[in-house]
C-alpha cells in the first residue's frame, strides 16, 4: 500500500502524547502499526491489557504506546493514561486508502435527471438511476446500484456492488460495505384460500448519519412507510433487517444476526453473532443481547439474556451449566424412587435419530462411505 | 416516487368494496396507504385486527378499509367482510415502480447465440451467456449474470446483481432480490487419505413458476441432475438451499434458514428464521418448522415442530418454560436426598468458561479494556 | 451444455477400471452420469451404499460402477473395490463448463499499472486497480472487483461478482463463488464515553492454495496484519469470517458459520451448518463442531463437540434425549416431596411469551388475522 511514514515526534504531536526516548537519536521513523508480538523495528506497538506486559520484553516494535507505569520498560514510549483509544488514532495514520480512481467515469450510468453532488467519485459500471441525489464527497465504487429517487447526504461511502433499491435515503457519512442490498422487498406473503398472497412492499429504507452496514446484509424496505436505522448504528457482515423495522442510535449488531419485521430496537443496544429477533417485539435501549439467543418477547430497558428462548443472563449461564448434568440427574431421582420403593420407569427407547443423522454426516464429511 | 392517486369511488370500483361516505364532497383524492397511526389526510388506512379499533378515533386518515360493524365510526369508509386482503390490493395501486429503464442497453453484453424475448428490458452492465434463452417481457437489473443455456420463462424480474449459472431453469414470473446466485457449486467435497477431494458439481437448478428469491441468498446447482424449487415457493434473505435439495409447492422459507444437500420438502412447508434442516431428510408436507429449530429427523406431513433438535412444538414450549427452572430443580432433589440420609453430591467446579468468554465480549464492545 | 460422450472403453480407460460386459456390443456411447435412480439408458451411475444395492434392478442406467461382488448384477460393470472415488472422477469427465468467454475484454476497466498473467481471462464489467496481479490463467468473470495491490496467484477462479478489497493475497488455483467479498473492512467497533469509535482495519486478507470460499459469503481484513486462510480449507456459502482469524489447512466449514474475531483454527477441523464460534478461541485440529453449536471456549485437537454452548458430542446427544423428558422429570420429583410431605411448590405462573410469539407468528403465516 502507499506507505505511510511518520517520526515519532510527529506522531506524539499529532496524538498529543508525551515521547518518552532513551536518547534524540531514537527519534525515528515509523511505517506502520502491529502487535507486540508481531511489530518489527520501524512499527509502533501498543499495550493497553496489562495482562500482556511480559511481551514489552520481547517485542521488537520500534515504539510502544503505554501507560506511565510501563515507560521506563521501553527503549521508546509513547506515554498515556488510556493507551487503546490513543492506538485507535494512530492506526488512523496508517489507515490504507481503499480504492485511488477520482471523478465520474464516463463507463458508469448517470441518469441526466439524477443529481451528483460536488466532489464525488463514481467509478465504472455504476448505474445511479433518475432522480437520485448524492451529497458532496460521496465515493461510489464499481458495481453499485443506486435505484429511482434515492438521497444520500455528504460524504458516504459505497463500496463494490452495493445496492440501494428506489427511494432509499441515507444520511451523511454512512459506510456501505460491499454486497449490502438496501431496499429489497419486504417478506410480505399471506397463506390463503387461494394459495400464497404476496402483498406488495410500498414502503421504503430510512438510514441516519454515520451508519455502517456490513458485506452481504440485507435491510428491506416498509410494507408501509420505512424501514428506519439511526445514527451511528453498525450492522455487522450478512445481517438481516426485515420490514419495518425501526433500529435507534448507536447499536452494534454483530455479524449473522436477523431482526423479523415490525420490530422495534432502542438505542446502544447490543446484539452478539447469530442472535434472532422475533417480529412486532419491543427491545429496550442499552439492553445486550447474547450470541445465538432467540428473542421471543420484549426485552426492558438494560436487559441482558441469553439462550434461546432468552432468559436474563444469569439464569441462561446458570441452566447452561446444569443441562450437561441432566444425565446425573434423572439417575439420581431414579435411585431416590427406588428407595421409596416406586416400580423404576419403563423407560421408553430412547430416540436414536439425532446420532443417526450425526454419524451419516460424519461419515460423509470423512468420507467412510 | 411517482405519485399515484385516485379518488375514493375509483379505489372502491377497483377492488368491488362498497363506499359509505358521510356527504358527497368525501370522495376525496388518495395518495398513497398507510397505518392508522402514520396515515395523513390524503391517505387511504385499514382496520383488520379488532384490538387496534380504539385507533379510528385518533387517525388522520383520509379514510379507512373497515368491516360492516366500524362504518360508522369513520368519516369515510371502504367496507368489507375482510380487511386484509382488500388492504393488499389497494396496496398494488400504489407500489412504487422499481426500475424505469427500457429496451436493451448498448452498455449490456448479450451473446449472438442468446435469445431475448419480445418486450424484455436489459440493462447496462449485463451479461447473457451463450445458448441463454429468456421468455417475454423480462426485466434484467444491472450487473445480472445469466450463464450459458439458463432458461427464464416469461415476466421474470431479475433484480440488481442476480446470478444465474450456467444452465439455471427459471419458469414464468419468477422476482429474484438483488445478489440472489442460483447455480453456484454444491459444496461436494470429501476427506480422503490423499486430503480433501472435490467432487464436481454437474448438475443445475431448476425453478418453478412464481418463485421469490430473497437479497442475497443462494440455491446451489446439483451433484448431479438438478437441484429443484416448485411453483409459488417464497424463500426470504439470506437463505441457503444446499444441492439437490427437491423443495414442493408453495412454501415459505424466512431468513436464514439453511437446507443441507439432498433433503426433500414437501408443500406448504413453512421454516421460521434461522432453522437449520441436515441432509438427506423428508420434511412432510404442511409441516412447520420453528424459529432457530434444528431438524435433524425426518418431519410428518403438517408436523409442528421446534428446538435444536426438534420435538413436536408443545413439548418445545414446555420443556423451555421448564429448562430455566433446571437450578431450583437441582436443589430440590438435593434436598430430599438429604432427608433419605443421602451423602452430598461432591459438586465438580461449575465449567466458568461461558461467563468468562461473555465477560471479556462485554468488555470488548463496551470497551473497558 | 455442450454433450460430452465417451464408450465405456474408454471411459474404463481413463479411470483404470476393468470393464465387465455380456457381450462386445455392449461398450456403448456414454452421454451423462446419474443417480441409479434417475440415470437413463446412456448414462453411467454407480453403486456405493450397499444398502441401494436393490436399485441395481430398477435401474435404467446404461452402465454402473460397482465392486467386483455386484459385477455380475449388471449388464455393463465399470469394476473397482472403491467406486465413489471413481465416480467422482467420472464427474470430471462430464462437467459443465462455466463460462466460455476468453482474452481480456475490451468493456473491463484495467488499470495499466496492473499485472495480468499469461492467458488470463478478464470478463466483461470487471475492475481491476493499480498495482494488482494476476497470476497465469486466472479466470475473471463479470462484475468482479479487485482492489489496489492484490496479488492472485496462478489458475484462480473469481464467479461473478467477487470483491477483493485492496491487499488480498490469494494463492494457486483458488475458487471464489459468486459474490463472495474478501477483505471488507473487519467489525471494529469500541463503545465510549463520547459514543461509539471506529478503529480503523489496516490489515489484509491473506488465503492459500486450492482454497474455495462460497457464495456470497465474507472474510474480513485484520485490523492489524493478516486475516488467514490455510491451503485446501473450504467455506461454504454464506460463511462469516472475522477479522484476525486464522485458519489452517483442509478446513471444511458448512453453510452459514460464523467465526468471530482473533480465533485460530487448526488443520483438518471440520465445522457443521450454522455453527458459531465466538472471538480469541483456539480450535484444535482435527476437532468436529457440530451443527448450531455454539463455541465459547478452546476446542481440544481431536475433539468432536455438540449443543449451544457446545459439551463433547456423547454428552450432547445424552442431553437432547433428556430435555424432552424434563416435564416428566418434574412430575416425578414433586411426587417424591409429596410422599415425603412437603408442601407442593406453589407454581409461579408460567411465561406464555414464547407460545403467544409463535401463535402470532403461525396466524400472520397462515393469514387468520
Known amino acids: 500500500m502507499p506507505a505511510s511514514a511518520y517520526r515519532l515526534s510527529e506522531i506524539a504531536e499529532r496524538l498529543g502524547l508525551r515521547l518518552s526516548l532513551k536518547s534524540p537519536e531514537d527519534d525515528i521513523v515509523i511505517t506502520g502499526i502491529n502487535t507486540l508480538e508481531e511489530a518489527g523495528p520501524t512499527e509502533l506497538s501498543f499495550l493497553s491489557n496489562p495482562k500482556y506486559a511480559h511481551q514489552l520484553k520481547a517485542t521488537q516494535a520500534g515504539a510502544v504506546i503505554v ?7 521501553v527503549r521508546r514510549a509513547l506515554v498515556t493514561d488510556d493507551p487503546y483509544p490513543m492506538f485507535a488514532q494512530a492506526l488512523t495514520l496508517f489507515a490504507h486508502p481503499q480504492g485511488s480512481f477520482t471523478g465520474i467515469s464516463h463507463l458508469a450510468c448517470v441518469h441526466p435527471e439524477a ?37 444520500l447526504g455528504d460524504g458516504c461511502i459505497l463500496y463494490p456492488r452495493v445496492v440501494l433499491m428506489a427511494g432509499t435515503v441515507l444520511g451523511a457519512s454512512c459506510v456501505l460495505q460491499p454486497g449490502a442490498v438496501l431496499g429489497a422487498e419486504g417478506f ?29 446484509s440485507a435491510v428491506d424496505r416498509a410494507a408501509l412507510s420505512a424501514t428506519v436505522i439511526g445514527d451511528g448504528t453498525c450492522l455487522d457482515n450478512l445481517v438481516q ?23 422495534h430496537v432502542g438505542d446502544n443496544v447490543t ?6 429477533v422475533s417480529g412486532h417485539l419491543h427491545i429496550g435501549s442499552n439492553s ?31 441452566t447452561a451449566t446444569l443441562i450437561p448434568k441432566l444425565p446425573e440427574l434423572f439417575k439420581r431421582v431414579a435411585r431416590l424412587e427406588k428407595e421409596l420403593g416406586h416400580k423404576p420407569m419403563t423407560e421408553k427407547k430412547a430416540d436414536r435419530s439425532l446420532a443417526t443423522m450425526w454419524n451419516r454426516w460424519m461419515a460423509k464429511m470423512h468420507h467412510k462411505s
Chains 1, 2, 3 share one sequence.
Open 67 to 73: 501507560r506511565p507505569d510501563h515507560e521506563a520498560d
Open 115 to 151: 443529481n451528483v453532488g460536488e466532489g464525488c467519485t463514481i467509478y465504472p459500471f455504476c448505474y445511479i438511476g433518475p432522480r437520485a441525489s448524492l451529497g458532496r464527497g460521496c465515493i461510489v465504487f464499481p458495481g453499485c446500484y443506486i435505484g429511482e429517487e434515492c438521497t
Open 188 to 216: 410480505g406473503f399471506a397463506r390463503t384460500a387461494e394459495g400464497i398472497q404476496k402483498i406488495p412492499q410500498i414502503g421504503h429504507v430510512q438510514i441516519g448519519d454515520r451508519v455502517e452496514i456490513g458485506a452481504n
Open 241 to 263: 433487517i426485515g420490514h419495518n423495522v425501526r433500529m435507534g442510535k448507536d447499536c452494534l449488531i454483530v455479524s449473522q444476526v436477523g431482526i423479523s419485521g415490525s420490530t
Open 271 to 276: 446484539m452478539a453473532g447469530q442472535a434472532g
Open 288 to 318: 445486550t443481547i447474547g450470541p445465538q439467543a432467540g428473542v421471543a418477547k420484549d426485552i426492558g430497558e438494560g436487559q441482558v439474556v441469553g439462550g434461546s428462548p432468552t432468559t436474563d443472563y444469569n439464569t441462561y449461564l446458570r
